[in-house]
């Protein structure tokens, strides 16, 4: 078929509508649900918000880029057209009126229906691509506009669908499985469309305005509530990992400490999967699918296997993927325990040792905790008994790591800052009407009275903010790292007429006054940071309520901290320019900041591959530069660094790679200490009894 004929016939496709999707309306109990969630926002939510026309505004833009994030399906006169509720759905909701959700839901749904039918037509059609020509597609959302037409709408989507095509030649795939693979695609995408019901479109359209108050107040439908309890409840498992939606992919927010990812190795935060198979069997596509339709798939029954196809976040070209193959398994809590070691640390000064216990998460067993059982594991039971054991060992001080820790029981994170310092207040709590509660407080004389530094990275959330915050604002001890997520507030779950809202109440607030909500904790002392704080953190989430500060509440001051930390920074920059571990950290991550920063991916084949074997070139002199400067002799290939890189070459794990090589954070932290050792005399570094 000649390509006009073709090109033509695609464009009848998406603005014919003779495709047609019946309609989606709205249930009888649905508006009456609909008032009881903005009641209970109006009065409950900490922010006070009010529902008016500004956010009647939002609420609007909110819902049609939750429908269609990447703006691959409506057009510009569509959203003209919703325009008219601009000012409305504020009163439309609070009478119960959903008719304007459900009619752009509908229109949405034509759209769609009608472009993934013309992709389709497209593939099968043999229409060729051409991937020689010097063409590119625009891969920045924020700067995306809605299609001005049809036209407009086609010649992005030709774009979209070449990228998607050279995107699995890349991946070694043969041009008729590639095109097969995307028909597929767009296949199951269809199918995903026509499966959506009421209830569906109703969670998309409640959660658009709970999505306004703050990122975490969310509504969860009956059907996803019921599957929630029965994956709870089932002995399903899973590979230890956080997802969320991230315009039509599958992102991996946190890696579980102690789950099967993470053991494994390779999966890490910031990576999309891309399909799902399960064992032997032929992996689905799952780009643009539900996120928990994704969530079911990757689970399963214990020591089953789940390939996922996944685009790296780090350590790859771009537009690559690679398959990960992972064992399900149950996370028990002893796999998230603290546990300790022992790093030795060659400083100019001297040599010194330090204990370092790391925290995965604050834990608890709160069955056997009430059950009054005296053996019940919980994180403070554990580090006091780890520190126990390092009494004996000779060593300099103590580090706990909190990277990666994403919080748990705020009553740990209260009993364990007990072990560090003499009874006083820990965390201030204030609620929507504004009422400050102080009782959260250490009770108990300080159980270790040592040197103390906390490390933190990005990841660091919530009651792990809570303890870094206090050993700060005690001057007990350095926080070293980087700044930490920035997650300071709490949640409670209502129930509604039909399904649950969770919403925030209240703010947490240091001992300072200063809320550890959108600005985290600050450390003394910043290493290099490998998570970008434009796309990781509370502050880079949309609506996040602010940092503000409250009154302080008189607490104690160690005074351990009271040091020229500008000395220490600069002893600090100084071993980051020379020494070759952290040099190689550092121009890795100025790397993957520039692949993060490209806008837009080329759509020439050739380049394609080139800018790959560029990539892996420039990493591969980053490794010998660090090889050269330690005494090693350099790799000759990019094959053969990556053989004697890969997960299969070191049976026995990381573990026999050195701490300076294996985490040269880790081993600054312990240079940084070393650092406050000799600057301040070692008998003014215990905390003295009150």
């Known amino acids: 078929m000649p390509h006009f004929i073709r090109n033509t016939f695609c464009l009848l496709l998406l603005t014919l509508t003779s495709i047609a999707l019946a309609k989606v309306s709205y249930s009888p109990e649905q508006p009456k649900t609909a008032i009881e969630i903005v009641n209970e926002l109006a009065s409950k939510h900490y922010s006070k918000q009010v529902l008016d026309d500004g956010l009647s505004n939002r609420f609007l833009s909110q819902y049609v880029n939750n429908l269609d994030p990447a703006?691959?399906?409506?057009?510009?006169?569509?959203?003209?057209?919703?325009?008219?509720?601009?000012?409305?759905?504020?009163?439309?909701?609070?009478?119960?009126?959903?008719?304007?959700?459900?009619y752009i839901f509908n229109r949405y749904q034509e759209r769609a229906e009608a472009r993934l039918q013309a992709n389709i037509d497209l593939l099968e059609s043999g229409f060729e691509f051409d991937l020689t020509e010097d063409d590119s597609l625009n891969m920045d959302l924020e700067q995306a506009q809605w299609p001005a037409s049809a036209q407009a709408a086609d010649a992005f989507w030709k774009k979209r669908i070449k990228e998607s095509y050279l995107r699995l030649i890349l991946s070694d795939k043969e041009p008729d499985a590639a095109r097969s693979l995307l028909v597929k695609r767009y296949t199951n995408l269809q199918n995903q469309l026509s499966q959506r019901d009421s209830e569906d479109i109703f969670q998309i359209f409640m959660n658009s305005l709970a999505e306004l108050y703050d990122p975490h107040t969310s509504y969860m439908s009956p059907r996803s509530m019921e599957n929630f309890r029965i994956a709870m409840s089932l002995s399903l498992t899973g590979i230890g990992a956080v997802l969320q939606r991230e315009d039509e992919h599958t992102k991996v927010v946190r890696i579980i400490p102690g789950g099967p990812a993470d053991k494994q190795g390779i999966l890490k935060a910031g990576d999309k999967i891309i399909s799902v198979g399960q064992g032997e069997e032929e992996a689905v596509d799952v780009i643009g699918w539900r996120l928990d339709d994704v969530v079911d798939m990757i689970r399963g029954a214990k020591d089953t296997i789940v390939k996922l196809e996944i685009m790296p976040a780090v350590g790859e070209a771009a537009g690559s993927t690679r398959e990960v193959a992972i064992v399900r398994d149950k996370i028990q809590l002893e796999e998230q325990a603290a546990k300790s070691e022992i790093i030795e640390v060659q400083n100019d000064s001297g040599n010194y040792r330090f204990g370092v216990i790391t925290i995965p998460t604050f834990y608890l067993d709160v069955e056997a905790f009430y059950n009054r059982d005296p053996e019940f594991k919980s994180t403070t039971k554990d580090v006091q008994r780890l520190l126990g054991e390092m009494a004996d060992q000779n060593i300099d001080g103590v580090i706990l790591d909190l990277r990666n820790n994403g919080g748990g029981f705020l009553q740990e994170a209260t009993t364990l800052t007990d072990l560090f310092i003499d009874p006083g207040p820990i965390v201030q709590v204030r609620d929507a009407n504004e009422v400050v509660s102080r009782n959260h407080r250490s009770r108990y004389n300080a159980y270790y009275r040592g040197p103390l530094m906390v490390m933190t990275n990005r990841l660091s959330a919530s009651a792990s903010e809570i303890f870094a915050g206090a050993i700060q604002d005690y001057e007990r001890g350095f926080v070293v790292g980087e700044q930490t997520f920035g997650k300071g507030t709490v949640q409670i779950q209502l129930p509604v007429r039909e399904g649950q809202l969770k919403l925030t109440e209240s703010k947490f607030y240091r001992v300072s006054g200063e809320s550890t909500q959108h600005l985290g904790v600050v450390p003394d002392i910043e290493l290099p940071a490998f998570y970008d704080a434009e796309i990781v953190g509370e502050s880079s989430e949309k609506n996040a309520l602010p940092w503000d500060k409250i009154n302080a509440v008189p607490h104690r001051r160690y005074n351990l901290t009271d040091l020229p930390v500008d000395r220490l920074i600069e002893r600090h920059k100084s071993r980051l320019s020379q020494d070759p571990d952290l040099r190689y950290l550092s121009d890795e991550l100025i790397l993957m900041r520039e692949r993060r920063a490209q806008q837009s991916i080329s759509l020439n084949e050739k380049q394609r591959r080139q800018e790959a074997?560029?990539?892996?070139?420039?990493?591969?002199?980053?490794?010998n530069k660090r090889r050269s400067a330690k005494g090693l002799s350099p790799y000759e290939t990019v094959e053969e660094w990556q053989a004697e890189n890969s997960v299969d070459a070191d049976p026995d794990g990381e573990n026999t790679i050195p701490l300076p090589e294996r985490d040269p954070l880790l081993y600054e932290t312990g240079n940084i200490f070393a650092d406050v050792l000799i600057m301040s005399d070692a008998r003014s570094m215990l905390v003295q009894q009150p």
Do not use: V
């Open 71 to 102: 703006k691959s399906y409506l057009l510009q006169s569509d959203i003209d057209e919703f325009s008219r509720w601009e000012n409305e759905l504020d009163n439309m909701l609070k009478k119960g009126d959903l008719s304007a959700g459900f």
């Open 613 to 623: 074997k560029d990539y892996d070139l420039t990493r591969l002199a980053i490794e």
